[in-house]
């Protein structure tokens, strides 16, 4: 069980009470109680992935709160009645846990302090951080002078950003590895992109996911894959793969995370859900897809990872045209929406938990469809 000194105060972790094997046996009672008459199908097995119970995020952002002449990290308070001056935070990963507090006393030294509101950590299992520090001011070659001087002296990646600027001092990203049944893949990750925070959950979730494929074969067509944490290890199950994303720095994170990883069976294309689904039934034709020859694709396996609002009504209808479904969920009261429709077709055929954010009412959910 994670002890920090801000429980109770600091609106980031805010369920602290019990053990950690406690808050996850409630999250499981709630699963089954919202999903009982599709679990009962499942002979009540649903699969629990629980997370470190400590250290177990790689990404984190703080505020940072000046006091007449000191300086602070500080988290939103509880029911968000001001602000916690931080002094500690047993969530984040090892690497930035070793590296925060040293950094803002180094910061505080230097004039690069002045404006300061923000700093944000980006890091990996192996400890390779991208820091980015966010102004209310315009950076100058004096900042730049002294980020170089940080960057060197803790070895790590700087990123210093306010309106309509970005300098970056080295690179803007971190090459995390992840261990996916006993393979090891190499994702380029992307400050201030969305990538999956807890990556000890992040590799059980996608085992848990490629499991589901076994036997299936053909093409898979996926939509919002981000920057190809899911697609690239779903390519060693397909013939093809098909994968959309809105994101433009997502994107092209995808394309490269793909050469490195030896992968050539993707074809990775910049378009939203609708806009693809619009392109598929050629309503419309889109420049981004001339490349793409779709009657090549036999897409009966579909797999969506949306945002927390769910799938729309037409994604919905689109789903239900495939034979296989696999969809990971970051919001159960949209999940539950979206299964009360795409159950007309499709039954269930595995479900799982995924503890990406203990401390946290937050669940994350995987669940396999098949059509009847």
Request: contains cysteine; negative net charge; glycine residues 4%.
């Amino acid at each position: 069980m994670m002890d920090c000194r801000h429980f109770g105060q600091c609106g980031s972790c805010r369920v602290y009470e019990e053990s950690y094997d406690i808050q996850l046996s409630t999250k499981e009672s709630r699963i089954e109680n919202l999903f009982s008459s599709y679990i009962d199908g499942l002979d009540g097995k649903i699969a629990v992935f629980q997370s470190p119970d400590q250290h177990f995020r790689a990404r984190a952002e703080f505020k940072v709160w000046h006091v007449d002449d000191e300086t602070y990290y500080a988290m939103n308070a509880l029911e968000h009645k001001g602000v916690v001056l931080i002094e500690e935070c047993p969530m984040v990963a090892d690497p930035i846990s070793e590296l925060m507090f040293p950094l803002l006393e180094s910061i505080k030294s230097l004039e690069m302090q002045k404006k300061l509101f923000n700093i944000d950590f980006l890091s990996t299992s192996s400890g390779e951080i991208v820091v980015s520090l966010i102004y209310h001011r315009r950076l100058d070659e004096a900042w730049s002078e002294q980020a170089n001087v940080l960057a060197e002296m803790y070895d790590i990646d700087i990123i210093g950003r306010s309106r309509k600027q970005k300098v970056v001092i080295g690179k803007d990203h971190v090459t995390e590895v992840l261990d996916i049944k006993g393979n090891k893949y190499h994702f380029k990750q992307i400050e201030n992109s969305f990538t999956q925070p807890n990556p000890r959950v992040n590799e059980q979730m996608v085992s848990w996911a490629l499991e589901q494929f076994y036997g299936v074969g053909g093409d898979l067509l996926e939509l919002y894959c981000g920057a190809g944490n899911f697609t690239i290890p779903f390519a060693s199950m397909f013939d093809r793969v098909l994968a959309t994303e809105i994101s433009k720095s997502s994107i092209n994170a995808a394309k490269d995370n793909m050469l490195s990883n030896g992968v050539e069976n993707i074809d990775f294309v910049r378009m939203s859900a609708e806009e693809f689904v619009q392109a598929l039934d050629g309503v419309r034709e889109f420049r981004r897809m001339k490349d793409i020859d779709l009657t090549r694709y036999t897409l009966k396996t579909l797999f969506v990872d949306p945002p927390r609002a769910g799938l729309d009504a037409e994604s919905r209808a689109f789903a239900a045209r495939h034979e296989y479904l696999l969809y990971i969920s970051c919001n159960p009261e949209t999940l539950l929406r979206d299964l009360s429709e795409l159950s007309e077709t499709h039954a269930v055929t595995a479900m799982a938990l995924f503890d990406q954010f203990p401390y946290t009412e937050h669940i994350e959910m995987g669940v396999m469809l098949k059509k009847r």
